[in-house]
């Protein structure tokens, strides 16, 4: 009984020790020495950049900018603005005024630059986390790095660029069109999809990672956090970061540091100073200073690489890292051990025919147990919930408490399974099936995901423990522990990151999944692995009652904790639309669920067949309107439209159309047919982006949006278009400015302190629509 405590006792404190070592657990403070990176020192630049909302185009946002450059000249270096207009393939232009400064290297060659962006997402988070603590940390570490009074022997590139939440438009502009890019040779870049957690590395290249992954070992960081898998799975997503248009764009390679929980706060007002985890600020700083240290004096000209490695980072050992030319040995290794071992079973008689043949009944049915369970569970909490389908990134405020509910559910169901199929002395037998789960996953891994190649660890580890089970009937306890610690620690923070990086819930393609239930998946796999310890513990079915009531009790918690509060505030929405063309205008809203804030406007029965034609603004998240109200029709200035050149040469029609917001608004939408052909498309002097394969310009469109237009400094939008000669073109014109409830013209209450704006719409706005005919 003592053996069986303290074995699993090593388990848990395996798992635990696991999250632990993933981040520091205290800060640097004020005193630290000055050659040394201090988080105390890095978050007095932090709340002033945090300060307030400073989306671009804004006059804070000028704040912030001129704040960077302060701080950039009182390093003593000469900071200077790269500004101009950029269009991306998301089709958002704006004009961006990247900040830029220079350290001159000793020796001449390729430079390293330190990335950030200081903008913050529109329309109101306080960008702390994203990316103010990347501007924070840079702007500490490069104090630090001063400090110690050595010249590197690379030029060292700062770039804090601008209008990276609107289509990553400043790194566009800097790669496309500053001389200063054709030099560099390594990007690190510190972003942020939440307000805490471990900062996790991933690189960016067009060539092999090898390179990059031995210098991250060479430059040994205190806290490595990466995987192989994740930047698989990152390409596979439709999320980038300002190196993306660096690798894409300038064929450089990159670096990312970015950490993720606490996802509920991306984007959101609740991204501010004050819930920043200061334990991930300390992690960003110890990660720059040892990537700027050691990357300052490597050889940059000579870090591309044909070949890949899988990498991924576990206690003790810290970072571990191999060619993905090792799988399939590794693979095939593995595959002749458990050969050989299988042979060996059945000639000591450990292994039975009919006890192996059976092993793969608990195994399987726990693994569809465990999913459909999963799914149920997660339809009636959403059937309980339905205002969670209004936190739009789908990770929700008690989304950690549900993580250990689910993950106690699936080692419930394993143990509640396999009771019914133990017997003593068939432990090994009941091994054989989930090794041969593990090959199988390890060969389409070897297929079709290499960068998931360390999933050969555990299967190593459970051959050794195959080997001690067909050599000894009654092994011991603490060893069989032992060799399930491996998989543990490397597996264990799995749990967390895949349900806070995709959230709950989300779609590839066609296919909606729950991503719960790869969680879920993964803790029936690395059971079925510890069937070796697990196998000698009776009383299986109380081990799962217990698991089954902690994991009630857990649900229980997270119910009572699925309402909105101060702390938990409720994401709403709310626009007001007028149809200059048809004098209409309507309240609407992207909630699915009204709310008290809501209703003063749209009341309790809102889409009073009020009609107008909208091209919804369209968002990462497919989010349209979803209630509508007749409004009132207020007067505002509308937007100066003119048609200033018109000729027909040939069988073109070249067209210039000025565009002029007169009241200072945020942003200017475009539509038009997606019949419509244009030959020629340029906005304020910048062709419009087209793939290489598109003959012409929004080609392969999948709705009406042409682009957005995001203004600054109250710029005119001024296009050169070229369409067919007999082509009859109109254009829907979408004005808005993210100034509804400050606008005197209405009395609308402010949200309580339970209630925030919802992020990734267009919100809290004024929409002036207006129609352009081309005849």
């Not at 632990?20 to 005193?31: E, F, G, R």
């Not at 996802?263 to 720059?288: A, K, M, P, W």
């Not at 009652?545 to 009790?553: G, M, Q």
């Amino acid at each position: 009984m003592i053996k069986k405590a303290i074995a699993v006792f090593l388990l848990i404190a395996a798992i635990y020790y696991s999250f632990h070592v993933l981040i520091p657990n205290k800060i640097s403070n004020i005193d630290t020495a000055k050659n040394s990176f201090s988080t105390a020192r890095a978050l007095i630049h932090l709340e002033q950049i945090s300060a307030e909302q400073h989306a671009i185009g804004s006059k804070a946002h000028d704040d912030v900018r001129n704040y960077i450059i302060a701080q950039l000249t009182d390093l003593g270096l000469e900071p200077q603005i790269q500004e101009g207009y950029s269009i991306t393939k998301w089709q958002n232009l704006a004009k961006s005024k990247n900040i830029l400064a220079r350290i001159k290297g000793s020796e001449p060659g390729k430079a390293l630059m330190l990335l950030s962006h200081y903008d913050s997402a529109p329309h109101s988070s306080f960008g702390a986390s994203d990316a103010g603590s990347g501007v924070a940390t840079i702007l500490e570490g490069l104090r630090a790095f001063l400090s110690q009074g050595e010249t590197p022997k690379n030029d060292i590139i700062i770039l804090i660029s601008d209008a990276e939440e609107i289509g990553l438009n400043g790194a566009d502009l800097f790669v496309n069109n500053h001389e200063w890019a054709k030099e560099v040779g390594l990007v690190i870049n510190f972003e942020a999809r939440g307000s805490g957690g471990p900062a996790v590395m991933w690189p960016e290249t067009n060539f092999g990672n090898a390179k990059l992954i031995d210098g991250y070992a060479k430059a040994n960081p205190a806290y490595p956090v990466g995987y192989s898998l994740i930047y698989s799975i990152y390409k596979l997503l439709p999320n980038d970061t300002d190196a993306t248009r660096f690798r894409e764009d300038g064929d450089i390679e990159s670096f990312n540091f970015a950490f993720i929980d606490d996802h509920y706060d991306y984007h959101t007002s609740n991204d501010n100073y004050e819930r920043l985890d200061r334990n991930t600020v300390e992690h960003q700083g110890s990660n720059l200073m040892a990537m700027l240290t050691h990357f300052s004096n490597a050889n940059l000209n000579n870090i591309r690489s044909n070949d890949d490695k899988v990498y991924f980072n576990v206690p003790i050992f810290k970072f571990i890292s191999y060619p993905y030319s090792w799988i399939w040995p590794m693979l095939l290794i593995a595959v002749i051990i458990f050969a050989v071992l299988i042979f060996l079973g059945f000639k000591k008689r450990r292994l039975l025919k009919e006890d192996v043949a059976r092993g793969f009944i608990p195994l399987f049915a726990s693994i569809i147990s465990s999913l459909v369970v999963g799914f149920v569970l997660w339809e009636i909490i959403k059937l309980i919930n339905p205002h969670y389908t209004e936190i739009l990134h789908g990770f929700t405020y008690n989304g950690y408490t549900y993580i250990g509910a689910f993950t106690l559910v699936s080692l419930g169901i394993f143990s509640w399974i396999y009771s019914k199929f133990y017997k003593p002395g068939n432990t090994a037998s009941l091994l054989i099936a989930p090794i041969v789960l593990w090959l199988i996953l390890c060969l389409l891994v070897a297929l079709y995901l290499k960068g998931a190649g360390f999933f050969s660890i555990p299967v190593y580890f459970g051959l050794v423990s195959l080997f001690v089970l067909v050599k000894q009937r009654k092994p011991s306890l603490i060893l069989m522990a032992l060799l399930c610690i491996p998989m543990l620690m490397i597996f264990s923070p799995f749990l967390k990151l895949f349900p806070v990086a995709l959230g709950f819930f989300m779609k590839i393609g066609a296919i909606s999944i729950t991503v719960k239930l790869i969680s879920m998946l993964i803790v029936v796999l690395c059971a079925s692995l510890m069937i070796s310890l697990f196998g000698f513990f009776r009383h299986k079915r109380r081990w799962a009652y217990v698991l089954f009531l902690i994991a009630f009790c857990m649900l229980i918690s997270a119910q009572f904790k699925s309402g909105f509060n101060e702390d938990r505030p409720r994401p709403n929405s709310l626009v007001y639309v007028l149809d200059i063309d048809t004098n209409e205008a309507l309240w609407a809203t992207y909630d699915l669920q009204l709310d008290d804030w809501t209703k003063q406007v749209l009341g309790e029965d809102p889409n009073d067949n009020t009609e107008i034609k909208l091209n919804l603004v369209g968002s990462k998240y497919n989010s349209g309107f979803t209630f509508t109200k007749k409004a009132p029709l207020e007067a505002f200035v509308y937007p100066e439209i003119e048609v200033y050149k018109d000729t027909i040469i040939g069988e073109n029609r070249e067209l210039s159309i000025y565009i002029a917001s007169k009241r200072q608004a945020q942003r200017i939408e475009l539509f038009s047919d997606t019949l419509n052909i244009f030959n020629l498309f340029e906005v304020n002097d910048i062709p419009v982006y087209k793939s290489e394969n598109e003959s012409t310009t929004f080609s392969n469109r999948k709705s009406e949006r042409l682009f957005t237009y995001f203004i600054t400094d109250n710029d005119p939008l001024d296009m050169k278009i070229v369409i067919p000669k007999g082509q009859r073109t109109n254009f829907i014109l979408y004005e808005a400015s993210n100034d509804l409830l400050e606008n005197n013209t209405f009395s609308i209450s402010e949200r309580s302190k339970a209630m925030i704006s919802k992020p990734f719409v267009l919100n809290d706005a004024i929409i002036l629509k207006k129609t352009i005919s081309i005849n």
